[in-house]
């Protein structure tokens, strides 16, 4: 039996010319980056309401909050490592649940230092 044919989209047979400004047309472009589309089909699903998903990404320069990220994932591997070890019938130690401890302590340190960084960064006093 043969495969059946794939369904091919209705042809464009319509074209419309656009002029904008160099702003504009930049804006355009940046935005169909950040939604990883080409910029026509960009526009189309603009026009179609189907708003597509643009994703800026932000980039923070800032020592402390790289430090922050470092660290956390040192801790989640410390956590999975105990994780899994439980996980496969090993037995909790008092040591083990110091370490869970201080582990979770830090986490929320770090969370409400995160986010007094990131309230810098947005402007948030």
């Known amino acids: 039996m043969a ?10 047979d319509y074209q ?13 472009t940046e935005d169909a980056k950040a939604a990883r ?15 597509p ?6 980039v923070y320069n800032s020592e402390e909050l790289l430090k922050i990220f ?3 994932g040192n801790i989640s591997g410390n956590l999975n490592q105990i994780a899994r070890y439980l996980n496969q019938g090993g037995k909790m130690t008092n ?4 370490t869970v401890s201080d582990s979770i302590a830090q986490l929320l340190h770090m969370r409400d230092e995160l ?5 810098e960064y947005r402007g948030d006093s």
């Open 115 to 119: 986010k007094r960084l990131a309230g």
């Open 3 to 12: 495969r059946p044919k794939k369904k091919l989209p209705p042809s464009k």
């Open 37 to 51: 589309l080409p910029r026509t089909e960009y526009v189309r699903q603009l026009i179609s309401n189907r708003h």
């Open 95 to 98: 040591e083990m649940w110091k």
């Open 16 to 28: 419309i010319t656009l002029r904008m400004t160099k702003e504009m047309y930049d804006v355009l």
């Open 70 to 72: 470092r660290n956390l």
């Open 53 to 58: 998903v643009v994703k800026k990404e932000i």
